[in-house]
């Protein structure tokens, strides 16, 4: 059993994938070919945004969209304790101050409680400039924007909607990716629309701002690239990987997105009751399922589970073990927020599942007889 298995994936899609790259190799055009716009017209339409902009990555797509804001050192940017460290490392990276907001415990996503608290207390006792809420889907579930948005404008902050595990969640009629005022997405290998390497996309409906993302992406270039007339990064989608990614495309839409619900749903047919939290999906929300988490009522409780998981070779995951305010990284930053954090019982309490389109139904069972049998 593989925790997501891309071999069974990569049996299925042989033919298309080969055959794309193959185009490419021939083509040569392997830096901004046809593919490369080709897909980014393909997920714009798909998200339901004016503007796609690929890159070279997931955390790159997040640096790239404060740059267009211009967010520097003297701004705070509030991101959730709960996440992959991308989210809270871009802030530091363009010279901003990354703010530490508590998440739901059920739905592990930024507490808009919580974020108007942090607000408050960066307006009141420090000389930080709030610019930006950092909001991620995280383990495919979107964050909750209606809430999210009402904090926003009171405070006049932009949403950077971190999709990076979200791509393909919805809320209602509308996708994932079209929520924030710029959102990004990642297309690293295991997440839910993976290439076969880095990669990754900002999307907007502001065609000022996307100017510019395609200017900050190659060097800051101007009219050409060879006119450079700010400072950018080199940060292009090789078109190899758009390639790849074009072709798996309408295959995660109509199929893969599809199977993984009914894979959530023998997940949670089997594991319910017995001190077993499920992951929730609120009310009209959908989840891509980047991750399948669960979380247990103790640390002895998931340590046990998880210890009798490695013995048995069913591959298991803890994301996250340690909070973004108790990174190391981040050592200086934690002083300024005298605030009760309150993610570490997240942390020690969570187990992500092997989980992907591919899996049958005999492995889940065998997953949670045993997670059941040790809790
Ligand atoms: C994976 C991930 C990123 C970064 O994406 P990369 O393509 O690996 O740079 C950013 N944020 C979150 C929440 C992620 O899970």
Redesign the pocket.
């Known amino acids: 059993m593989e925790f997501r298995d891309l071999r069974r994936q990569y049996a299925v899609i042989k033919p298309e994938i080969d055959n794309a790259i193959a185009d490419v190799i021939s083509s040569t055009h392997f830096i901004m070919g046809t593919e490369v716009q080709e897909l980014e017209q393909d997920l714009a339409e798909y998200v339901g945004v004016k503007e796609c902009i690929s890159c070279?990555?997931?955390?790159?797509?997040?640096q790239l969209a404060l740059m267009v804001w211009n967010v520097g050192p003297g701004d705070a940017v509030f991101v959730p304790d709960f996440?992959?460290?991308?989210?809270g490392e871009?802030v530091a990276a363009v010279g901003a101050t990354p703010i530490f907001v508590n998440v739901y415990h059920d739905t592990f996503n930024i507490s808009a409680e919580n974020l108007e608290e942090c607000i408050e207390d960066i307006v009141n006792n420090t000389a930080l400039n709030p610019k930006v809420i950092i909001a991620?889907?995280?383990f495919g579930l979107p964050a909750d924007y209606e809430k999210i948005r009402a904090v926003a404008k009171k405070y006049d902050l932009k949403i950077l909607e971190?999709?990076?595990?979200?791509f393909g969640g919805a809320i209602g009629t509308k996708k994932a990716c079209s929520f924030g005022d710029i959102s990004?997405?990642?297309?690293?290998p295991?997440?839910p629309l993976g290439c076969y390497g880095?990669?990754?996309a900002v999307f907007t409906d502001n065609n000022d701002w996307a100017d510019l993302l395609r200017s900050y992406r190659v060097h800051g270039k101007g009219k050409t690239k060879y006119d450079n007339v700010r400072i950018g990064m080199n940060s292009r989608l090789d078109t190899m990987q758009a390639a790849i990614l074009k072709a798996k495309l309408p295959r995660f839409v109509n199929r893969e997105l599809v199977d993984v619900q009914e894979v959530a749903d023998w997940y949670d047919e089997n594991l319910v009751g017995g001190g077993i939290k499920l992951p929730v999906r609120p009310d009209g929300f959908k989840s891509s399922f980047?991750q399948y988490t669960i979380r247990f009522d103790t640390l002895e409780i998931r340590e046990r589970v998880k210890r009798v998981c490695l013995e048995k070779k069913i591959p298991i995951a803890v994301y996250y073990s340690k909070p973004m305010h108790l990174q190391t990284a981040f050592e200086d930053v934690r002083q300024i927020q005298q605030k009760m954090f309150d993610t570490e019982s997240v942390c020690n309490t969570v187990l992500s599942l092997p989980f992907h389109p591919y899996m049958e139904r005999g492995e889940v069972l065998e997953v949670c007889r045993v997670i059941k049998e040790n809790v």
């Not at 996440?83 to 989210?87: G, I, K, L, R």
């Not at 990004?184 to 690293?188: D, N």
Request: net charge negative; glycine share 16%; aromatic share 12%.
């Open positions: 070279a990555n997931g955390t790159d797509a997040l996440t992959f460290f991308s989210s871009v991620v889907d995280l971190d999709g990076a595990q979200g990004t997405t990642s297309f690293f295991a997440k880095d990669g990754g980047a």
